[in-house]
């Protein structure tokens, strides 16, 4: 192909050529637009058929024409301004890969109605933090997971929290996070226990995780399928012998006995206690339901070793259980947990005796 522009290359996308002849000009440009051997007439006669084509009426050569220039620089501003506003298939490839836009040009594609010239921005190699920032801050969900799953973007700590606040009941969100490749330990501390069991393999295998933070996930891991299990069982005699295997193998710990009270797993919270404290069932059941509860139930849980700081979510969830008066394994186990949480923070926030982030770390290992 001869590489070499003249005017009669203007001249002849003046007429009406067929797309594929224009498509071939396209990419005769292409070839050495950006290269050293243009003359300044050169430049000028090349930036005079581009405009031209911007406004072709045949979307394939704007398309090729956005392929073409995407990785030029310094373009004149009125194409760029063409190819941005065009439809989709044009401008997207464009606003990725285009170096020169400065911080002003990417705010103004963020500010266009259309999700897909943000995602197009949110996906550009190397964003800045405030832009990144903005992004959070003004754009849809689909955007910002976009956004997160860019790994050469730039996000701050506060922009980072911001998301976890923002949508901290999205999985889509929660996910993306997951499989960035950098997450900060700050934030995978506060979504950790939101995410599902699948999510928390996945964070695991993902990131470079502290020795003690990736076994306690392993460990909520275990716990959450165990009580999966003990909800399917119905007699005393099924429950208490998972709890006899649980206890036999070491793995009837304090945050498992808890977190199933705090379900609303009733059973599987008194065979625990029986065990743990060496109390018989029927003074385990007598104790957890007397008029002296507070005093009695306190004694049986240090007989038990479960720590003081858990004791708030042990009186919320036998609480919620005597207001609801029926067997909660029936209904929404969620919804159960999520009343005990509710308690448990007024009952932080009624009391000295427990400190505000011994609080929230109850609720987390609960949730």
Excluded: W
């Excluded at 394939?60 to 310094?74: F, M, T, Y």
């Excluded at 999510?199 to 003690?212: S, V």
């Excluded at 038990?304 to 700081?309: C, F, G, M, Q, R």
């Excluded at 008066?325 to 919804?335: A, E, N, T």
């Amino acid at each position: 192909m001869n590489t070499t522009l003249n005017t009669d290359d203007i001249k002849a996308l003046s007429e009406n050529l067929c797309a594929e002849t224009k498509s071939d000009t396209v990419q005769k440009i292409s070839a050495y637009y950006n290269g050293n051997s243009l003359t300044p007439l050169g430049i000028k006669l090349a930036e005079d058929i581009f405009r031209i084509l911007a406004h072709d009426v045949e979307i394939q050569v704007r398309e090729i024409l956005s392929e073409s220039l995407k990785n030029s620089h310094n373009i004149p501003h009125d194409i760029v301004e063409s190819l941005i506003n065009d439809q989709d298939s044009v401008a997207v490839p464009f606003i990725k890969c285009y170096e020169s836009f400065s911080k002003e040009d990417l705010l103004r594609i963020l500010e266009l109605p259309n999700i897909n010239k943000q995602k197009a921005v949110a996906q550009r190699q190397n964003l800045s933090e405030d832009i990144s920032q903005y992004i959070v801050e003004r754009c849809q969900e689909e955007v910002v997971g976009a956004l997160i799953l860019n790994d050469s973007a730039s996000i701050m700590d506060k922009t980072y929290n911001e998301i976890v606040n923002k949508y901290s009941n999205s999985e889509n969100i929660k996910t993306c996070l997951v499989y960035r490749q950098e997450l900060p330990i700050a934030v995978i501390e506060k979504i950790v226990n939101s995410l599902s069991e699948e999510l928390k393999k996945r964070l695991i295998i993902n990131h470079n995780l502290p020795n003690d933070l990736a076994s306690d996930i392993v460990e909520q891991v275990k716990e959450k399928a165990t009580l999966k299990i003990s909800a399917e069982y119905s007699s005393d005699q099924q429950i208490e012998q998972l709890v006899h295997q649980l206890y036999s193998a070491n793995r009837l710990t304090s945050t498992l006995v808890v977190r199933a009270i705090c379900l609303g797993d009733l059973k599987f919270f008194e065979y625990a206690l029986v065990y743990l404290s060496n109390t018989p069932i029927t003074e385990v059941r007598k104790i957890l339901f007397s008029n002296s509860m507070d005093f009695m139930v306190r004694n049986l849980l240090r007989k038990a070793y479960i720590p003081k700081s858990m004791f708030p979510a042990v009186f919320s969830a036998l609480k919620v259980l005597q207001e609801i008066r029926f067997d909660i394994q029936q209904k929404d186990r969620d919804s159960f947990s999520h009343r005990v949480i509710e308690r448990i923070l007024s009952f932080g926030s009624a009391s000295d005796e427990f400190k505000e982030e011994d609080v929230k770390y109850l609720v987390s290992k609960i949730s």
